[in-house]
């Protein structure tokens, strides 16, 4: 192991889990010995699949836990099954999942309207919390929410007498 650890000592950290005492934690965990015989342990039993699961390209096996809450559906679910068709090291698979977030949260404000219930935007994103703690970042956040939506609706009122002179 010497060896091994010689031709590696100009790569910085480099072998630094190798000896026991030598760790970086060290002066601040009572070290057991426990936490070098992590590798002998046996896989849990894996969850059962009651709805669909999104699976990586790079990993095609599920892990041992996995959320069965919120199934893909609607908009958002075509989305997020054409992402998991990618790898995702390309933005073909991050860029869809983006935007089938935002459209799950429409699809789900449209659910609630559905059902006969009123979302209330300003405890669900926690203006109520961030107003008690920091006024300044809501004040900034709405100053900047209205001046892009004034940008925007600027544009369209000028593209439109434009086209129409």
């Given at each position: 192991?010497?060896?091994?650890?010689?031709?590696?000592?100009?790569?910085?950290?480099?072998?630094?889990?190798?000896?026991?005492?030598?760790?970086?934690?060290?002066?601040?965990?009572?070290?057991?010995?426990?936490?070098?015989?992590r590798?002998?342990?046996?896989?849990?039993?894996?969850?059962?699949?009651?709805?669909?699961?999104?699976?990586?390209?790079?990993?095609?096996?599920?892990?041992?836990?996995?959320?069965?809450?919120?199934?893909?559906?609607?908009?958002?679910?075509?989305?997020?099954?054409?992402?998991?068709?990618?790898?995702?090291?390309?933005?073909?698979?991050?860029?869809?999942?983006?935007?089938?977030?935002?459209?799950?949260v429409?699809?789900?404000?449209?659910?609630d309207?559905?059902?006969?219930?009123?979302?209330?935007?300003?405890?669900?994103?926690g203006?109520?919390a961030?107003?008690?703690?920091?006024?300044?970042?809501?004040?900034?956040?709405?100053?900047?929410?209205?001046?892009v939506?004034?940008?925007?609706?600027?544009?369209?009122?000028?593209?439109?007498?434009k086209?129409?002179?």
């Amino acid at each position: 192991m010497k060896t091994v650890n010689k031709n590696f000592e100009h790569i910085k950290g480099w072998g630094i889990d190798n000896v026991p005492d030598d760790e970086p934690n060290y002066p601040m965990k009572h070290n057991t010995g426990a936490d070098h015989n992590r590798i002998h342990w046996n896989r849990p039993e894996l969850q059962e699949e009651t709805v669909e699961i999104l699976k990586s390209t790079e990993r095609p096996g599920n892990s041992a836990v996995f959320g069965t809450v919120a199934p893909p559906k609607g908009l958002s679910g075509i989305l997020r099954r054409y992402a998991y068709k990618h790898s995702e090291n390309k933005y073909r698979h991050w860029l869809p999942l983006l935007l089938a977030d935002r459209i799950d949260v429409l699809e789900g404000t449209l659910s609630d309207l559905m059902k006969g219930r009123v979302p209330n935007p300003i405890a669900e994103r926690g203006w109520g919390a961030i107003w008690k703690h920091k006024p300044s970042l809501l004040v900034r956040k709405i100053l900047v929410r209205l001046s892009v939506f004034a940008a925007i609706g600027t544009f369209f009122v000028y593209k439109a007498k434009k086209s129409n002179s």
